[in-house]
């Protein structure tokens, strides 16, 4: 038994007993035998100066150093030193979730304004106060649309990144919720396809812009079409492409979500990240998490509450829109202060820059022998290629050259084997770019 829980043998026997299960492996039984723990026996403790040591090795392994035009949906753009400056002060890092939220007005002030500066970017009527990451945000609203609508058809365009499809099948195993796929394509959303699928069992219709493959669209005809079957429509935004890409307030999509890495967080192995989600005013009951508001004291004074808390500690189960129990409040304020220093005006020089940068890198790469950019729709920083080799074994290459050349999608997608998407920032110099495409050529053909 291990020493640090106290239960008994007659314990463990009567719980295996109550959930139906024989023994400690049958509560394994639902993950693959390669991937089930080998063993609970945990070895012995080492000293602080081992494990240090231990830690540094293995962190030695990891090329740290790498030149980045890997994108997926988590991105390397440049943070500015202020955000950094002001997120480490005390009373903001090391703040929690305001369980009494009269006594901390600065946290619930700082929330409200990122709120604001959500609603400002999506075009949307109100945001919450921040959820995990844009997988999890995109499997709330998921779940959000079908308390709005009462179905349990959720219609998935096959440009909606695939780790967030994965999240939303994963998190929804144990509900009867029924998901249709689109085909996968390079360019935009197949209308064809989703309109032949769409029917009045719909409860949403899961979109992304830009796509997974980078493709830009406009989704306001399938918006359209959503909305005459009474189905509401979900779009995924990349925060930073909102600079200069219509928004999909502007395509009236009923909640918007998208991770909010890019927004002045640093690439983590995992996170922590942001994810943010927004809606239209009537469903803002529906919505899960926190929402922070604004009002006035007896005295006539600006102060700050939890005007909404969906969450099941609060109110009645089964009425619970949330099981949420805290929000990432600090990654939250990073993303704030990001915003907020580079304001409106500057959030468009910045997807400008990427944009242009993306552009100059798709003709130096149309140069080499056997590559091709796939050109079947507008893209932003971010774009698909097809190569000449597997990419999976081009990048490994790539690694030892210096870069991170991209993310190889015959991961996700079968038949893709040979094709690679690659993300262009601001961070990405002109020499950095002609050097990516001169390693790239070696690798190719030599």
């Known amino acids: 038994m291990n020493p640090y829980i106290a239960n008994t043998q007659n314990d463990v026997a009567e ?28 070895p012995a403790g080492k000293s602080e ?3 240090v040591q231990h830690i540094t090795r293995l962190a030695a392994k990891n090329a740290h150093d790498l030149t980045l035009f890997i994108g997926g949906g988590y991105y390397d753009h440049y943070i500015p030193a202020a955000v950094n400056a002001l997120i480490s002060r005390g009373e903001f890092y090391t703040a929690y979730t305001p369980y009494q939220p009269e006594c901390a007005q600065g946290t619930l002030q700082a929330l409200y304004e990122y709120q604001s500066s959500i609603c400002t970017l999506t075009e949307m009527d109100v945001a919450n106060a921040s959820l995990y990451d844009g997988g999890t945000a995109l499997y709330e609203a998921a779940l959000m649309a079908i308390r709005v609508t009462g179905r349990h058809k959720i219609l998935m365009d096959g440009g909606v990144s695939p780790i967030y499809r994965k999240i939303l099948r994963s998190y929804t195993i144990n509900l009867n919720i029924e998901f249709v796929e689109t085909p996968v394509a390079h360019g935009q ?5 989703i309109n032949k699928l769409i029917d009045d069992k719909t409860a949403a219709v899961i979109l992304q812009n830009p796509n997974f493959f980078g493709a830009i669209d406009d989704h306001s005809d399938i918006i359209a079409t959503a909305h005459k079957f ?9 925060p930073i492409s909102l600079g200069i890409l219509k928004t999909p307030g502007e395509m009236g999509a009923d909640i918007v979500t998208g991770e909010g890495q890019s927004l002045g967080l640093p690439l983590n192995f995992g996170g922590p990240y942001l994810g943010f989600m927004a809606t239209r005013k009537e469903f803002i009951r529906k919505m899960p998490g926190r929402i922070v508001g604004q009002t006035t004291d007896l005295n006539g004074r600006r102060c700050f509450v ?3 808390q969906a969450r099941e500690q609060h109110i009645r189960r089964e009425k619970a829109t949330s099981n949420i129990c805290t929000n990432v409040s600090l990654c939250a304020l990073q993303a704030l202060i990001y915003m907020t220093l580079l304001g409106k005006e500057g959030l468009k020089e910045l997807a400008q820059l990427n944009l242009d940068k993306a552009e100059f890198a798709k003709k130096n790469l149309e140069k080499i ?7 079947s729709a507008p893209t932003f920083n971010e774009f698909t290629v097809y190569l000449p080799k597997d990419a999976n074994a081009v990048v490994e290459a790539m690694v030892k050259k210096g870069f991170a050349a991209g993310f190889p999608l015959g991961r996700y997608y079968k038949g893709m084997e040979n094709y690679l998407t690659i993300a262009v920032t601001e961070k990405r110099t002109q020499e950095e770019i002609v050097q990516f495409t001169k390693s790239l050529e070696e690798v190719l053909w030599n």
Do not use: C, W
């Open 49 to 51: 100066m081992e494990v």
């Open 189 to 193: 959303s197949d209308r064809a396809e």
């Open 306 to 308: 939890n005007t909404l």
């Open 369 to 375: 022998k056997g590559v091709h950019v796939k050109r």
């Open 15 to 42: 719980m295996l007993k109550t959930i139906g299960v024989k023994n400690i492996d049958g509560l394994f039984v639902d993950i693959r035998k390669d991937q089930r723990p080998r063993s609970f026996d945990l």
């Open 230 to 238: 009474g189905a509401l429509a979900i779009e995924s935004v990349y």
